[in-house]
């Protein structure tokens, strides 16, 4: 279950987590409560899979990485064969069937363009493959996943 | 740009962090360097936008967010700056970029949308197709999430 004080504890973290040494007990502060206790709860709340991740999220482009969206057009009967195919690279880090003529959409992170290139002529080629579009990002304006719980 | 310590410090900040009182100590040791150096470093990295936020990330589903829906818009040439600034500002928008159309793809601007029924996020787009008076667009709503990673950045070769 979760609680009042959970949601106000996932509420502050999804917005900060302080860069100081003892950045539970900045969080306990804000919340009026003790450091051990922001810490018991955070382990319980990521244990019960509330919490996908925790720490430093990093800007891709900032690196030097180049990423991409790809939508594909697949036949009906290979479609978990290019799906997996396409989970299996590295870069690969979103992968969604949805509905429409293009029923797979993935996002692909590669650390210059020859790597991105190798992969997509890979896939592009794959059997099955009836359309593929590539569509690289032209301007990100916002990447921020973040829910307000009440 | 990003020296050999920067991309070892990034690989191991992909780590689980730990819950104890001082958890940047725990990587500043895996790391052989000082937490007060370990801290800097970090600090550098948020003020260039390297880092773009340090927190949490939820599951979305988890927290009664079951629906999302990939949103793609035509957008003339001309508005993208104007209606990227709209669009990012929603709560509901999580992701927002333009991007290179296609000749027979035409949506040139992509947003995630989120919320806690299909309708819901029908409804979003319905209001920001209002407030922005963009009129094309298609909802993309996914049957099947084959993978949702975070990337482990430099660590291409030791996978």
């Given at each position: ?12 973290i999804q917005m ?11 969080l ?13 709860r ?12 925790m ?20 036949t ?5 064969q ?8 590295y ?15 993935f ?12 992969i ?13 579009i ?14 307000s719980?009440? | ?25 725990e990587?500043?040791n895996?790391l052989g ?65 333009s ?13 995630m949308?989120?919320?806690h029924t299909?309708?819901?996020c ?22 099947r ?15």
């Amino acid at each position: 279950m979760i609680t009042a004080f959970d949601k106000r504890l996932l509420n502050i973290i999804q917005m900060d987590l302080p860069l100081v040494k003892s950045p539970f007990a900045i969080l306990a502060e804000k919340l009026d409560t003790e450091e051990t206790i922001v810490i018991e709860r955070l382990g319980a709340l990521k244990e019960q899979g509330f919490i996908r991740r925790m720490g430093p999220f990093f800007d891709s482009a900032k690196l030097g990485y180049v990423s991409t969206l790809v939508a594909l057009e697949v036949t009906e009967k290979q479609v978990s064969q290019v799906a997996r195919k396409i989970n299996s690279y590295y870069g690969v880090t979103h992968n969604y069937e949805r509905e429409g003529e293009l029923n797979l959409w993935f996002t692909l992170l590669s650390p210059n363009l020859a790597d991105q290139d190798e992969i997509l002529d890979i896939i592009r080629k794959l059997d099955g493959v009836v359309r593929f579009i590539n569509l690289p990002s032209v301007q990100k304006f916002k990447v921020n996943v973040q829910f307000s719980l009440s | 740009m990003l020296d050999d310590l920067d991309r070892k410090i990034i690989a191991i900040m992909q780590d689980e962090f730990p819950l104890v009182a001082e958890p940047y100590r725990e990587f500043a040791n895996k790391l052989g360097i000082s937490e007060d150096e370990l801290l800097d470093k970090l600090q550098q990295y948020r003020q260039l936008g390297k880092i773009r936020k340090m927190g949490a990330v939820l599951r979305h589903r988890k927290v009664g967010y079951a629906a999302n829906a990939l949103c793609a818009w035509i957008v003339p040439e001309g508005r993208i700056q104007e209606v990227g600034q709209l669009l990012s500002k929603d709560a509901l928008v999580s992701h927002c970029y333009s991007r290179s159309s296609h000749p027979d793809w035409p949506y040139n601007f992509y947003t995630m949308l989120h919320a806690h029924t299909r309708e819901q996020c029908r409804v979003i787009a319905q209001t920001l197709a209002e407030k922005s008076g963009l009129e094309e667009y298609t909802m993309l709503f996914s049957t099947r999430e084959w993978k949702k990673i975070s990337m482990q950045y430099f660590r291409e070769n030791n996978k």
